[in-house]
């Protein structure tokens, strides 16, 4: 089988390229910028470069693939926005991957996408979800909760560098899942006849709220942190500036996607039929308790190897 992974530099496209490669699959993946994506060239995938934003270069990609894993989402710092990528570009992946005869289409939505109509992005991912279940392809749809991964840069580093932890409004919680656990469902439905036509929450061992993730990251670092709270009408308000300038509504939409997760809705659903379909251990998945102690001391190691070799060379400096 020739999987075409879309997204392949991103969070959670690299966990699967790394996934499927391992697993013996022929990966090409869907890029932009080759110098970006050459760490997966040298991994063993075949790079093949096509843009969302623009329908006429995507065909080619699909010669002769047979499965489609779309992980990509627009991101804040490009010039395309979310209805540029996340709306226009996955209709004409569809379309592309529903003439070329492709035997599979995997697509990576969000929890609750159903939920927030006035929320841009939730409801563009609602209409995908749609218009994937309608083009007729033999799909399989994930609604991930939320990624371990961004974890890191909102708390761990934060803390670390004694800088402010911003938590907006009554922040719900979330049941976050490891990037690398979300792969392994993705590339095990590409095989699986009880996930044809299917669509499932992905979530993590249990929920965790805003303060829970910072009293963990604090015992782990052994640091207190300095927490800001941002509340909801000062979120509003910005979005409600941002939208009033073409130039900014791409920011506006995003601003409205925190407000989901400023809500005070708990992101997370029951996995234990989607553990049974996929034939998939519980305890296989990684607990968030485990993914920070990890990174911790990892970092912390680090500090103290730079720390050392900082004060070996500051002693050579001193004249004897």
């Not at 065909?59 to 490009?78: G, H, K, L, Q, Y």
């Not at 609750?112 to 929320?119: K, L």
Request: a negative charge; charged letters at 25%.
């Amino acid at each position: 089988m020739v999987l075409l992974v879309v997204g392949a530099t991103g969070t959670l496209g690299r966990q699967i390229v790394r996934r499927a490669l391992d697993e013996g699959y022929e990966v090409k993946c869907l890029v932009r910028n080759f110098q970006k994506a050459s760490f997966l060239r040298e991994w063993g995938a075949q790079l093949v470069k096509a843009d969302l934003t623009g329908p006429d270069s995507l065909p080619p990609c699909f010669e002769n693939v047979d499965a489609v894993i779309d992980a990509s989402t627009s991101r804040p710092a490009e010039k395309e926005g979310i209805y540029d990528v996340d709306w226009h570009g996955k209709v004409a992946l569809i379309q592309t991957a529903k003439a070329a005869g492709v035997e599979r289409f995997i697509f990576f939505s969000i929890f609750g996408a159903g939920d927030y109509p006035d929320v841009p992005l939730m409801e563009i991912k609602r209409c995908t979800e749609e218009f994937l279940e309608e083009s007729g392809l033999n799909y399989t749809i994930f609604r991930p909760c939320g990624f371990m991964q961004g974890l890191i840069g909102q708390y761990a580093i934060p803390i670390l560098e004694r800088q402010s932890v911003w938590v907006m409004g009554e922040a719900g919680a979330i049941a976050y899942m490891n990037s690398q656990d979300l792969a392994k469902f993705a590339v095990k439905a590409l095989k699986l006849p009880a996930a044809e036509k299917a669509t499932f929450p992905l979530a993590g061992r249990r929920a965790w709220g805003a303060y829970e993730i910072i009293r963990l990251c604090e015992r782990l670092s052994d640091q207190r942190a300095s927490v800001s709270q941002m509340p909801p009408a000062l979120l509003r308000a910005a979005r409600n500036i941002a939208a009033f300038f073409q130039w900014t509504w791409d920011l506006a939409d995003r601003l409205a996607f925190t407000e989901v997760s400023a809500s005070g809705n708990t992101m997370d659903a029951p996995m234990d039929e989607v553990y049974q379909t996929f034939e998939i251990d519980s305890h296989e998945v990684t607990t968030l308790e485990d993914y920070m102690q990890e990174y911790f001391t990892r970092i912390l190691k680090k500090l103290k190897e730079l720390d050392f070799e900082s004060g070996k060379s500051a002693k050579k400096k001193v004249p004897f």
